[in-house]
C-alpha cells in the first residue's frame, strides 16, 4: 500500500481525477493522460505502475470508457478505490461578469451536473463541449477573451489562474464521484473486511433468465452489489455483459463460492480485482454464509467422501 | 457387491420384501425380522451385515418406518435399491368359495393396493389388519376353518400351502415396490453414472421459503429429485423434515457442492448414502453442470487465488 | 357455523375422531363410518352433511387414506378444522395385569405412537393390529379372556368399559392429531383473518424444478405454507402431487393471484376449500402483499389500460 | 400511425437522428433541438406532437440523457421505435488531404465508435469533440481553413458540402443506434403481436436481492427483457433505478400481471409506453403464459369465488 509506484491519470492537470489523486499515499511521478485508455495501455505496457481514472458517478452513472476498456483490456486489475464529493465553480476570463458571458466551456460530464443552474442563471449561453474540466480553464487561459466562462473544479480555475465567478454551482450538493486504480495483475491485498470485488459477467444467453441466473449466484451466498452496469458487448443490440461491484474479497469463502457459480453459468467471467472500500462499511453477513460455514460445509463433505 | 453377507428382511418368511431380496446376489442366511425397526436395530448392533427393508409404493406412497427410522439412526446408509412389481393373489382355506369367504386378513397397505377389486367383488365382507400379507396367509395355514381367505404374494400362498382363489387382483397392475439394503457406514460403491444420493433435510425454519431455498441447492447445480417425502419431525405439528432422493453420487461435483449448500442452509443434513439406481437410468447433464465444468472453475479460481 | 348438520366420523363409537367431533357445535345425528372412504361417499352422496375425519398427525405425518381420497373425490371441500392433543392409555381385560398381558391391540398409527413406551415396558408383548383403538377396546370388552390389553383413548376405556392400567403412554406428549371437516361443495366461509386454503397440486413435469417454480407462486407473495405432504399420483413411482394448507383464504387478493399462477404452472389445481385455522393464528403480511397493495397495483394498472 | 404530427428532433440539420426521421411516415414540420432535454421539454410543453430521440446504440449503450430525461418528466410515452445502422465518413474541409489533417471534430459518440480506424490511420490527429456530427461538419463549412476534418453522417457532409475523404470508417459496420418516439402519454396503439414496453423501475431496497425479485416478475410470467440499463437515482453512489425494455404490450395478460406484481414490489414503476417492435420479430411464448392461459385461470378463479 506504501509501496512508492508510478502513477498516470486522466489528465489534463487539474482534472478531479488529478485532484481524486492527492488522496492516495503510494504515488510517485504523477503523469497526466489524454484520455482513460491511453493511460490503461500505459499500464499495460509498462510504462506506469498504475493509473486512476474515474468509473462511476452518483449523478452520470457509469463512464463508459472506463468500463469498456477494463472488460476488453487483459493482465489489469482494479487495486484501490478513491471517492471524490464532485464540486463545481464557474469561472471566467478576466474582466468578464455574469451578464457579459458568451460561452461556456466544459466536459459532457461536467455539463450535466450543473445544467440545472445553468438553466436557471445563464438560460441563454451556449455550453461547448471540450475533453475535460480542466481542459475548459486551460482552454481560458490560453485565450482570455472577454465572454468565456468554464466550469471545472476549484483546482483547475487555481491551476491556470482563471477568476473565480461562482462557487458551488453543482445541482446535487451530494454528487460523488469513484475513481480506481488500475495496476496489472497480481496477489490482490489480504482482505480487511469491508472489500468490494469487481467482475464482467458475460451471458450465455441474453434472456431475462440468464441475469435471474447469475444475480442468484450472488443472493444465494448472501452477496450484495453495490454497483450492476449493463453494457452492450459491441457486437448486436440487445447483447449486454455486466459489470459488478460485489461486497466482499476473493479470499471469502462465500465469494470463492460465487465465484465458482459465475464461472459454470456464464459465458466468460472476467476478474478484476478484490481491494478495500474506501468507506470501510463491512457488510453484512447472512446466517450461513460466513468463512465458518463454509469450513464446516467442507469438512462435513470432506468426511463424508473420505470415510 | 459380490461378498456375501449375512440379510435381514422384514418378515415373516414369503412377505414382498423376501421376494424381493431373492433379486440381490450377496445374500447368506437371510432372516426375518417382526418389523423394520426390529431390522434396522439388528444392522445397527452388528447382529446382521445388512437388512432390505420396504421404503415407497407407488399407489401408498413412503413407508413411514422406514423413512422415520432411518431419520433417527445412527451410522447406517442404503447401499442399494431394488423394485419389484407387485401382484396379488386371493387365497383361501380348503373348501372356501368366493360364495362362503366371510373374513379377509392381509396387511394394510395390501388392502390399500386390492380395495377396488375388494369393494368390487367382495363388498360385503370384513377386512382384518394384520401384521404382513405373508403373516395372513400363515394364520390359514395355522387355522384352517373354511370361509377365511387372505391377501397376499403367490410366495406366501406357496409356502404356507393355502389354496389360491383368484390371481392378480391388484387395482393398480403397474404398482410397484422400493426396497432398500441398509447396512452400516461404510465408503459408498463408486459411481457408476446412474446413482441416487438419499438425504434427510432438516429445515432451519418451517417457511415456504425455506424449503425453496433447500430446493433450490438442487435446481441450480441441475440436479433432479426422483423421491421428496415431507415427514413431521414428531415434535410439533407443522414441523418437517424432508427426505428426498437425489440423482447422482456422492462423488459428482454438482452432487458434492450441492451438498455444501444444504449443510449451510439447513438446520441439519443427513447423508444416507449413494448407490445405484435399479432401473439404471442415467441423468440428463444440465449444461455447465457437468464434473468437467466444476473441474474447471475450481481450476480458474485456485489460479485466481494463487498468482 | 351453527345449523346443525348431521355429521359421520371415522368410527367406530370411541375413537380419537369421536372425540374430536365433540369440539363442533353444529353436530346432529352422529354416525361412525368404518373407514374414511366410506365416510366421504357418504357426503358425496348426500346421506350425511359432513364427516370428520383426521388429515395429519404431528408424529405419524399425513393420513394417507384421507389425502388420498380427497384428492381423488369430486364435489368436496374441507369446511373447517380440529385440532386434538393425543392421550393413550393401556387398558386390560378384567384381572390382567402387567406381568400377564400376552397380546396388545391396537391400531398402527396409535402403535407408532406409544411404541418408546411398549419396547421398555411390555418388549416381549406381541402386538396385533387392529382398524381402530376404540375397535381394540370392543374387542376386549367382546371377548374379556385374561391377558389381552388394548392402547386407545380414555373415551374408549371408558366407551367399553375395559380397566385402564396404565395412563398417559404416548411417547410423545406434545402430539397432536389435526381433523377436517369434509362437505359438499358451496361458498367457503367468509375470511377471518386466520384462514388455511388447501390444495392439491399436481406437477405438469417431475423435476426439481417444476416443485420450485410450484413453491415460488406461494413465496413470491409472501404466502406460507403450514403443511406440505408429497403423494404419489399411483401411476407410476416418481409421480407426485403435492398437497398443502396455505396461509389464507381464497378471497385474500393475493391467495387469488397465486391460484391463477399455480392454474397456469400446474398440470391440475384442486382447491379443497379454505376455512379458519384452529388455532386463530394471523399470518404475517410481507411488505406488498396486502389486500390493499393489489388493490392498488389494479388500480393503477387499470388506469394505464383504460386511458 | 399516420396522421401527421409536428415533430421535434436532436439536431442540428443532418444528424443521425435527422437521418432516423426519415423512417417516419407522419412527421411535418421537423424542427431541429439542441439538446434531448430541449425536445422533450417541448413535448412536454405541447410546441410540437412528438421527438425523436436517440436511446440506445449497439457499441455506447444507453445515451443517459435520453434515459434520464424519460425517467424524470411526467406526461411522456414511448409510442414508436426506429433502428438506423450507424455508418461514419471522414469529410474535411477543400484541399486537406488524409497527410494534412491537423484536427478532427466529433461527438464523443461517434468519435467512440471510429476510434480504431483513427488510431491506424490518423494516430497523431488531436480529436476535438463537439455537441453533434452534423455540428462538426457544420463548423469545417463555417470555417473552411485546411487541415480541418470531420467524422459525421453521409447526410452531414452532403448538406453541408464538405468533401468526404473516406467512407464507411465505422469500426464495426454492424452497429446500430435505436431512435424512439416520445408523445405525450395517450392510450397505446393496439398490440401487434411483437411489441416491446418500456419502464422505468425503482427498487425499494438497493440490494441484490431486490433486483433479483424484480427480474423474476418477468421471468415467472415468460417475459424477456430486450434491454435493461442501471441509471444512478442521482441521489447516493449505489441507489439505482432500472431502465427496461420487456417483451410485449400494456394489453398482453403476462405483461399486465407483471406490472401488478411490479407495482407490488418496487418502490415506484414508470410505465413508458407499449409500441411496435421496429424488428417485427413476435416473442416465444412460454407455456402457462398465452392469454388464454391467464384467461382460463381468471376464469377458475372467478368460478370458485363466485359459488
Redesign the interface.
Known sequence: MSTPRTYGYLGPEATFTHQALLQLDDVVDPRPFPDV?AAIDAVVEGTIDAALVPI??????GV??TLDHLAAADGLMITAEV?LPVRFVLCATAGTTMGSITEILTH?VAD?QV?GWLSTNLPAVPV????STAGAAAELAADPRPGRAAVCAEIAAETYQVPVLVEEIAD?D?A?T?FVVISR???PTPPTGADKTTLVLFQ?ED???A???I??Q???RG??????????T???????CFSVDAEGH??DARM??A???L???CKD?K?LGSYPRADGQAPVIT???ANA??A???A??AQ??G?
Open positions: 485508455l462511476e458517478n452518483s449523478v452520470e452513472g463508459s470508457a471517492l459532457p450535466a445544467r461547448r463541449h471540450v475533453g446535487n451530494l460523488v469513484r495483475v497480481a496477489r450465455r434472456h431475462s433468465g441475469l435471474l441466473e444475480l442468484d450472488f443472493a444465494s452477496i450484495n452489489l453495490c454497483r450492476i452496469e449493463s453494457r452492450p459491441k457486437t448486436t443490440l440487445g447483447s449486454y476473493l479470499a470463492g463460492e465465484l465458482l457459480g464461472h459454470r453459468v467471467v476478474f446466517p450461513g454464509t460455514d463454509f464446516a460445509a467442507a462435513w463433505l463424508l467422501r470415510r
